[in-house]
């Protein structure tokens, strides 16, 4: 359903636009540009403004209701992922799973084996030997 709500908007604004630019202008008619100078004789000199006007306004109602859906929608997986009582929930129960597991599945703390050698020094020089 949201992929041809946003399906649906962009063709509403493809449309929009397009019956924009072919409205006629105070200076001249950008339909003109386009090869239709022919078109007020087919729709009488009022015809095509009063068309056009109302196929704007009909674009432009679908347009903005479109808007508000795809808003909706966004809003609502917001909602959905800042869930911050159920994540807490969750990690309670992974955690409370884990205590029941033995710990087996959570990492050292410390990250270091007890026994064993000790690392070697970070500055990369050798263990001195009293010069002998």
């Known amino acids: 359903m949201y992929m041809f709500v946003v399906a649906l908007h962009v063709l509403l604004c493809v449309l929009l636009v397009i019956i924009i630019l072919l409205q006629p202008g105070k200076g001249g008619?950008?339909?003109?540009?386009?090869?239709?100078?022919?078109?007020t004789s087919v729709f009488g000199p009022r015809g095509p403004a009063s068309l056009l006007s109302r196929m704007t306004t009909v674009v432009?109602?679908?347009?903005?209701v479109t808007s508000v859906t795809l808003?909706?929608?966004?809003?609502?997986a917001r909602q959905e992922d800042a869930d911050v009582s159920g994540a807490i929930e969750r990690l309670q129960q992974q955690q409370q799973q884990n205590k029941g597991d033995g710990g087996a599945t959570t990492p050292d703390a410390?990250?270091?084996?007890?026994?064993g050698a000790a690392?070697?020094?970070s500055d990369g020089s050798a263990p001195s030997d009293g010069g002998k």
Do not use: T
Not at 60 to 64: C, G, H, K, N, S
Not at 71 to 76: E, G, K, W
């Open 29 to 39: 008619d950008v339909g003109a540009a386009f090869g239709g100078g022919g078109a």
């Open 71 to 76: 808003s909706l929608y966004s809003n609502r």
């Open 60 to 64: 432009a109602v679908l347009f903005m």
């Open 110 to 115: 410390g990250g270091a084996s007890s026994g």
């Open 119 to 121: 690392a070697p020094a």
